[in-house]
């Protein structure tokens, strides 16, 4: 079952005031993720951030779009 699915399976059986502050907390903190990704560099392998890190950048749904998708790359390649 995708999420899309399980969306509309659960969100009728809500009352419409729970189901639209849902929506609402749901799109704020995809937005939140979406900007701490754009702007936290990537943490260095082995630190206590990375997982944090990989958490933000999966709700934000940054699939190596965003400017600092490379970082990594970029230090080696200019460095």
Same mark, same amino acid.
């Given at each position: 079952m995708d999420?899309?699915?399980l969306l509309a399976s659960v969100l009728p059986m809500l009352p @419409?005031?729970? @189901? =639209?502050? %849902?929506?609402t907390v749901g799109t704020? #903190?995809?937005a939140l993720c979406a900007l %701490? !990704?754009?702007f936290w560099p990537r943490p260095a392998d082995g630190s206590r951030w #990375?997982? #944090?890190y990989e958490l933000v950048n999966s709700v !934000?749904?940054?699939?190596g779009h965003a400017a600092n998708a490379d970082d990594a !790359? =970029?230090?080696s390649a200019g460095g």
């Open positions: 999420w899309q699915s @419409a005031q729970y @189901a =639209g502050n %849902l929506v704020f #903190l995809v %701490l !990704a754009r #990375l997982k #944090l !934000a749904q940054n699939k !790359a =970029g230090k």
